[in-house]
T-cell receptor
Framework: DQQVKQNSPSLSVQEGRISILNCDYT??????FLWYKKYPAEGPTFLIS?????DKNEDGRFTVFLNKSAKHLSLHIVPSQPGDSAVYFC????????????FGAGTRLTVKP | DAGVIQSPRHEVTEMGQEVTLRCKPI?????LFWYRQTMMRGLELLIY????????DSGMPEDRFSAKMPNASFSTLKIQPSEPRDSAVYFC???????????????FGAGTRLSVL
């Protein structure tokens, strides 16, 4: 049962433009959401997170938006840079839980120079 | 800290052989997770431990898979016997319990790429 879904397996954008990666979840118990970035031959690394008490969290070029009613979150990267090319995983967990996390299948972002 | 350390980085074995993947979590972390990454299913959680105790192994695909955490600094994932469909990248991650969101950030190793011929 895929509790976290990333329906776009890939996304291609031009350098300098905005990249928008989307994620949907089904479990209403999730209250903490994270984005991870993964380069080839490396493990995923934490990028940005948001708790359910917020609807937006910004860190430099990266902003995560959360729409609890729609059970949807998105990651915006602006401006996109070629070094942002990677696979992005959305993840969700329950803060009061046992620290386990459910990941989406990932979206491969390609930023073209 | 060196981060989460996994070994080996690559493993090629023949069907039917036993495979053991190893993980050393970040010192001080009390949660450890094993994931499998495939093209079809992305990152699947196989099993996780809190304070060396297995909490949820519902993601382990079948009895051929087993995981242990004998102490806070070491864990193994074993596949016996291995099959070609087990070919994937296996990640280990660790995390620290604590107040707020920091509790839920996991730190991943570089993974073990397993090929079962």
């Amino acid at each position: 049962d895929q509790q976290v879904k990333q329906n776009s397996p890939s996304l291609s954008v031009q350098e300098g433009r905005i990249s928008i990666l989307n994620c949907d979840y089904t479990n209403s118990m999730f209250d903490y959401f994270l984005w991870y970035k993964k380069y080839p031959a490396e493990g995923p690394t934490f990028l940005i997170s948001i708790s359910s008490i917020k609807d937006k969290n910004e860190d430099g070029r990266f902003t995560v938006f959360l729409n609890k009613s729609a059970k949807h979150l998105s990651l915006h990267i602006v401006p996109s840079q070629p070094g942002d090319s990677a696979v992005y995983f959305c993840a969700a967990s329950a803060l009061g839980g046992n620290n386990d996390m459910r990941f989406g299948a990932g979206t491969r972002l390609t930023v073209k120079p | 800290d060196a981060g989460v350390i996994q070994s080996p980085r690559h493993e090629v074995t023949e069907m039917g052989q036993e495979v053991t993947l190893r993980c050393k979590p970040i010192s001080g972390h009390n949660s450890l997770f094993w994931y499998r990454q495939t093209m079809m299913r992305g990152l699947e959680l196989l099993i996780y431990f809190n304070n060396n105790v297995p909490i949820d192994d519902s993601g382990m695909p079948e009895d051929r898979f087993s995981a242990k955490m004998p102490n806070a600094s070491f864990s193994t994932l074993k596949i016996q016997p291995s099959e070609p469909r087990d070919s994937a990248v296996y990640f280990c991650a660790s995390g620290a319990s604590g107040a707020g969101g920091a509790k839920n950030i996991q730190y991943f190793g570089a993974g073990t790429r397993l090929s079962v011929l």
